[in-house]
């Protein structure tokens, strides 16, 4: 089995910088595209930055220049650095992993538990 283990989370006001979290262990053989989404009340969940595995980004517009995603892959770990906070980045932010794990041929897509992250003005 594989899990997500998300963190680095919290609350910050504008203008400051977290520094998301996301481990995957348990059966892995490799990661593939991973991504960063972000739901807040009331809204539907959206995609915030993603990344294949040969090192493509894509990112939100409204987030472009601020974050970063990237991933250790030694560690299996994927991070999402969020500088230049803005009270509307406020939602909970959840990590997305496609991995294939070992003794198997498929593709599995994972998701995190979900972090809090809070900016106040």
């Known amino acids: 089995q594989v899990q997500l283990v998300e963190s680095g989370g919290g609350l910050v006001q504008a203008g400051g910088s977290l520094r998301l979290s996301c481990a995957a262990s348990?059966?892995?053989?490799?990661?593939?595209?991973t991504g960063w989404y972000r739901q807040a009340p009331g809204k539907q969940r959206e995609l915030v930055a993603a990344?294949?595995?040969?090192?493509?980004?894509n990112y939100a517009d409204s987030v472009k220049g601020r974050f970063t995603i990237s991933r250790d892959n030694a560690k299996n770990t994927v991070y999402l650095q969020m500088n230049s906070l803005k009270p509307e980045d406020t939602a909970v932010y959840y990590c997305?992993?496609?991995?294939?794990?070992?003794?198997?041929?498929?593709?599995?897509?994972?998701w995190g538990q979900g972090t809090q992250v809070t900016v106040s003005s």
């Open positions: 990344s294949t595995s040969g090192g493509s980004t």
């Open positions: 348990g059966s892995i053989f490799s990661i593939n595209g």
């Open positions: 997305n992993v496609q991995l294939v794990r070992l003794g198997s041929p498929w593709r599995y897509d994972y």
